[in-house]
C-alpha cells in the first residue's frame, strides 16, 4: 500500500472538527476532484470504504 497522507491531513482534521466551516468545506470540495484522494481511497478496505462515503457523504470512486 502505498504511503498517503489523507489519514492525517490537517486539512482533513479541521474539517472533522467543523464541517461548516470554509476550510471543512474547501477540503470537501476538494476531495472530488483530488488524485491524491482518490489514491487513498481506492487503497482502503471495502469497509474502510464504506464508512468514508457515510462520514463524508462522498459518493464517488
Same mark, same amino acid.
Given at each position: 500500500?502505498? %504511503?498517503? +497522507?489523507?489519514?492525517?491531513?490537517?486539512?482533513?482534521? +479541521?474539517?472533522?472538527? +467543523?464541517?461548516? *466551516?470554509? #476550510?471543512?468545506? #474547501? $477540503?470537501? $470540495?476538494?476531495? %472530488?476532484?483530488?488524485?491524491? $484522494? +482518490?489514491?487513498?481511497? #481506492? *487503497?482502503?478496505?471495502?469497509?474502510?470504504?464504506? %464508512?468514508?462515503?457515510?462520514? !463524508?457523504?462522498?459518493?464517488? !470512486?
Amino acid at each position: 500500500m502505498a %504511503n498517503h +497522507k489523507c489519514a492525517e491531513c490537517p486539512l482533513r482534521a +479541521k474539517h472533522d472538527a +467543523k464541517p461548516k *466551516s470554509l #476550510v471543512g468545506r #474547501v $477540503w470537501r $470540495w476538494h476531495i %472530488n476532484f483530488c488524485p491524491g $484522494w +482518490k489514491a487513498y481511497f #481506492v *487503497s482502503l478496505t471495502p469497509e474502510e470504504q464504506q %464508512n468514508i462515503r457515510d462520514r !463524508y457523504n462522498f459518493t464517488k !470512486y
